[in-house]
Structure formats: C-alpha cells, structure tokens
C-alpha cells in the first residue's frame, strides 16, 4: 500500500473547491514529502469528513482540489484530560499521546506541586495536529488555556464524573466505576510530579462529582500516569471497540 499524505487544514472541504495552503504545509508537500502536479493528499478540517485531493502547484503554492470523500465526519469520545505541567518534553509526551489515545480536550491545570507555570497552547495545538494526521483521527482535542485547580473545578459541569487520580489514597480501579462512566461525559485528573498537596487531596475527595480511582501500587511518573489512566479508560468505556480505519492505496 503506497502512502498518501494526510493534512489536517482549516477550510472548509467541499468537491472541487480549490484550497491554496499556507507557506508551512505547501513547504511540507512540496520539499519534504517532495509531491508533485497530480499526487493524491488526504485532508480532514474536523467538520467535514475526510477528503481525498488532487494536488496542484503553483510556484511555491500547494493548491488543493478536493474530488471525493472517504469518510464521515466522527468525534471522539467526550473526554477531558486535565493534567499539571512538568518539563517541556514529558508535556509535549502528555499532548500527543492523549491526541492518539482520543481526548476531546486538553486542560493543563496548575497545582499548589506544579512546577512548570509556563503554557504554550499554540505549541500543544501543533503538537496535536500532528498526532492527530498520523494516527488517522478524524478531530483534534480542544485546548484550553491553563488555570489553576480550585478555578477549574468550580467551573467542572458537576453531571460529569472526574476521575482523579490518587497515588497516595486508598482508592477503587476505575473498571469498578464502569457503570457510572458509560455513556457520560467524564474527565481524567493526573496531579504534578510530587502528586497533590493535603489540602488538593482534601478538597478533592469533598467533591461529590469526583471519583478517586488508583493506577495500581506503583507511584507512577505523570506522563506514564496519563497513558495508563487513559488506556485504562479506554479499556473500559471508550470507543476502541471500533474496528481500525485502512487508507485506500
């Protein structure tokens, strides 16, 4: 099977209505992936499906003319990771492991423990956009600006069940709240290396809309605490029982 590359793009798609690309993609079709007149590019916006285009180049410009859809638009599972910031890399980790295992959105959350104060949501929305076209999702996590905890659990729609993420607690495993998950919009809370302070923990476990849930007996680094929560998560009410998408040669 050859392959075709996928862009994710902000226009609308639409069957024969030319798309000129940005300075920075037309560079990626052009130099990098090194297409030329007539190649075939997969596109998707995250409204309109996915679109096979016909490429077309002029001067520097990649143009694109969508001829056909091959797939419906489909959203991933609701589901918002709220995570505290660490060092650049292991957040970058965080960004594009939860893009490829289907957040919905992506909330950094700063803690009395957090040690990284500095957010970049532009950075996290590339890093997003390219997890994204390479695992053939179909959407991208909606990133929200960075906000501190007792903020962001005031303002939590309380009919949402938000599984935090206990290391130090004696906790259920989320498979144990199976029942009260499906079919509802939830969230994933992982704390900042160090874990959550007392008083977080405390104010935590008050919260009647807040599911304390263990990730097992070791203490676990918080990238690492996200891919396993969220592949625990998955495990149990997300949407992997779907049957994987195969590109067209």
């Not at 957040?103 to 040690?115: C, W």
């Not at 007392?198 to 891919?227: C, D, H, N, Q």
């Amino acid at each position: 099977m050859s392959h075709i590359a996928r862009l994710f793009i902000e226009q609308p798609l639409q069957a024969g209505h030319a798309i000129s690309l940005p300075e920075a993609q037309s560079k990626y079709l052009l130099r990098v992936m090194r297409l030329a007149d007539g190649a075939q590019v997969r596109v998707f916006n995250g409204k309109d499906g996915e679109w096979r285009c016909s490429l077309s180049v002029d001067r520097k410009t990649a143009i694109l003319r969508p001829e056909r859809q091959t797939r419906d638009q489909v959203s991933s599972p609701p589901l918002t990771l709220l995570f505290s910031p660490v060092k650049k890399s292991r957040t970058d980790f965080i960004v594009e492991k939860a893009t490829e295992l289907g957040v919905s959105a992506l909330h950094p959350v700063i803690t009395d423990y957090t040690q990284s104060q500095r957010v970049r949501t532009d950075r996290m929305r590339l890093l997003a956009i390219e997890a994204a076209e390479q695992t053939e999702r179909m959407d991208l996590p909606a990133i929200h600006d960075a906000a501190a905890l007792p903020q962001v659990l005031a303002n939590w729609d309380r009919a949402a069940p938000l599984l935090y993420c206990d290391e130090g607690g004696e906790s259920a495993p989320l498979s144990e709240h199976a029942n009260r998950l499906a079919d509802l919009p939830a969230g994933i809370l992982i704390g900042p290396e160090g874990g959550f302070s007392p008083k977080e923990r405390e104010m935590l476990r008050a919260l009647e809309f807040v599911i304390p849930i263990t990730l097992g007996p070791r203490i676990l680094r918080a990238e690492t605490a996200v891919v396993s929560a969220l592949t625990l998560w998955q495990s149990v009410v997300g949407d992997w029982q779907q049957a994987p998408y195969l590109p067209e040669a």
